[in-house]
């Protein structure tokens, strides 16, 4: 069967030879009826190798998703845009277990994070309108912010997450709340960040992902539209022809063709979410409506947005010394080509879009199924579209084939700080190495060959052990579907008791209302008090404790006496608590 697109060619051919006709400048109408059945029969010959392709591809894509959900349990919905045209579409699993409703083109999920873009987008449209500037200090709007601070913080800042502004989801749980079991709206955010005096670091030094930043946002929107974020956002929403797309200010709300969120506790069991927190995530919309979004993103035209807007959006801001994340998108190279790209995830809710303008291409997966890598999926997904070429396959390094003596294992024992501040132990068990991450199972870690080890749960993950230029003892994680991660040994400190107990004391923090108590017990463990709850704590290195993922650092005056502390987990850092 010939296709739209192929019989649109034939009627051109034909329109075309009538004209040469008309002017006697083409040969005879036999002649052009023999040109015109070669070409025929060329495109039912090309349509139907072109369907052949599209449907091995489909099967491969469709084998893919179905091994992350099955007909009963939560479900996915998956498309392909490519060429401003949908390429493929899947629905499958349930949107309400309850009722056993399946999911739909019309089922709309929480695309959480991946909301910062249209966030972004309304910020865009009032700086096109003239009406603000990204270099605006964010005290021209909202005065009652950061008083304490004297370096400007621009719009730009919280685009690029580099205003240095505590994340308000870690900062509620740092006084021992959680955040997805409180009534709290985006007006209880703000009384959270006005209370802060400090910042994570200095406004445009560094990139640190918050949530803060994008409810911020919707304030600026608020305060220079003199409508709500959310009217402000529907309109344009509406404006783009996307009618199933709107923010969640309301928990109790009704939404019509709502994909409920499960995750599985031995059993299926609803995740509860009663926050109305919104700009930073808290988008509910379908997979029509998110396609539609990406034909406009290749086309770089829609009837409401300048494609001057449009091209802007996908691109780093100028003039910020942050390049790999722009207007919120995040952007990176995979299996060699550029892509921008951006991860939702809030209690059982998962989604991911992944763009490839090289290949004019997007992916988009949206899910209600907790148990749904939505970013891993994604990519496994691009990788069926475009195979990865040899030359571009990631490669790993295998340095020297022994740190001392690698074939005694010990020698790579001990805590490690990667880049981004995780602690990972790397620990010996029954003459195993194992990796141990905070609320996550141990893996253990198994010798492919030298310093090269690859983790049991995936073969893919592999982790190498080598020297920095210091000599220090590091570790370089590799997966295809990411940048690698290294990670540097913290350095072994022996203590005496009278240091093990100088630590112990109350130390209070007066932005959260927050206290910690630290105890000696034994050696390097202590008990650690935060809200009245007693946890485990240990001395990884001198001046340093953990707490859980809580990393404490002790703050000292010049002559060594100990201020207080300085705490960091998560996107919160350098949150000072003044000893008693």
């Not at 309400?96 to 249209?118: D, G, M, Y």
């Not at 009663?274 to 700009?279: K, L, N, V, Y």
């Not at 024992?413 to 620990?427: A, C, F, H, L």
Request: aromatic share 10%; glycine share 6%; with cysteine.
């Amino acid at each position: 069967m010939i296709e739209s697109n192929d019989i649109k060619s034939v009627t051109v051919v034909l329109q075309n030879l009538r004209i040469l006709e008309d002017k006697e400048e083409f040969i005879t109408k036999k002649l052009a009826m023999k040109n015109l059945m070669v070409m025929l029969t060329f495109l039912f010959i090309w349509s139907a190798q072109s369907q052949i392709l599209n449907k091995e591809i489909k099967d491969k894509l469709d084998s893919q998703i179905e091994e992350y959900v099955e007909s009963n349990s939560p479900g996915l919905a998956v498309g392909i845009v490519q060429n401003n045209v949908i390429f493929y579409e899947k629905y499958i699993g349930l949107a309400n277990l309850e009722n056993n409703t399946a999911v739909n083109k019309n089922t709309r999920f929480n695309i959480a994070s991946n909301a910062k873009q249209f966030t972004a987008l309304c910020i865009l449209k009032l700086n096109d309108e003239g009406r603000i500037k990204l270099g605006d200090d964010i005290r021209q709007y909202l005065p009652d912010l950061f008083k304490e601070i004297k370096d400007p913080i621009t719009i730009s800042n919280l685009l690029t997450h580099s205003s240095g502004i505590r994340d308000i989801y870690d900062l509620w749980a740092l006084k021992g709340q959680t955040w997805w079991q409180l009534f709290i709206d985006n007006g209880d955010a703000m009384d959270l960040i006005k209370g802060q005096k400090e910042l994570n670091f200095n406004p445009g030094e560094r990139y640190m992902y918050s949530n803060s930043n994008y409810i911020i946002l919707t304030e600026i929107v608020k305060a220079i539209s003199g409508q709500s974020f959310n009217e402000y956002a529907l309109e344009m929403f509406k404006a783009l022809g996307m009618d199933q797309t709107a923010f969640l200010t309301n928990y109790m709300a009704v939404i019509p063709d709502k994909a409920r969120p499960y995750g599985n506790w031995n059993g299926w069991k609803e995740y509860p979410v009663i926050t109305e927190t919104h700009g930073d995530g808290a988008l509910f919309t379908s997979l029509q409506d998110q396609l539609k979004w990406e034909i406009i993103i290749q086309d770089r035209s829609g009837a409401a947005l300048s494609s001057d807007i449009l091209n802007r959006s996908q691109l780093p801001i100028p003039d910020s010394n942050i390049s790999d994340y722009g207007y919120g998108l995040m952007f990176g190279e995979y299996n060699g080509m550029k892509y921008n790209y951006h991860d939702g995830n809030t209690g059982a809710y998962n989604a991911t879009f992944l763009r490839f303008p090289e290949k004019n291409t997007s992916v988009v997966v949206m899910s209600n199924n907790g148990n749904v890598p939505s970013n891993y999926l994604a990519k496994q997904l691009a990788d069926i579209c475009f195979p990865i070429e040899s030359d571009k396959a990631v490669k790993f390094p295998s340095g020297p084939e022994a740190i001392e003596e690698l074939n005694t294992i010990s020698a790579v024992i001990g805590d490690y700080k990667t880049n981004d501040g995780t602690i990972i132990k790397i620990v010996e068990k029954d003459g195993y190495l194992y990796r141990e991450i905070y609320r996550r199972d141990p893996v253990r870690l198994i010798r492919e060959s030298g310093n090269l080890f690859y983790y049991e749960t995936n073969e893919d993950l592999k982790i190498t052990f080598t020297r920095n230029e210091k000599g220090q003892r590091q570790f370089t994680i590799y997966l295809s579907s990411q940048e690698p991660n290294t990670g540097t040994v913290l350095p072994s400190f022996n203590a005496d008791q009278e240091y093990y107990a100088s630590l112990n004391g109350t130390y209070f923090n007066t932005e959260t209302d927050t206290s910690i108590e630290i105890r000696h017990l034994e050696e390097n463990k202590y008990t650690i008090i935060k809200n009245g709850r007693a946890r485990d704590g240990e001395l990884l290195t001198e001046d340093y404790l953990r707490m859980n993922s809580y990393q404490i650092g002790i703050d000292r005056d010049a002559e060594k006496n100990i201020k207080g502390l300085m705490v960091k987990n998560g996107r919160i850092d350098r949150v000072r608590f003044v000893k008693n």
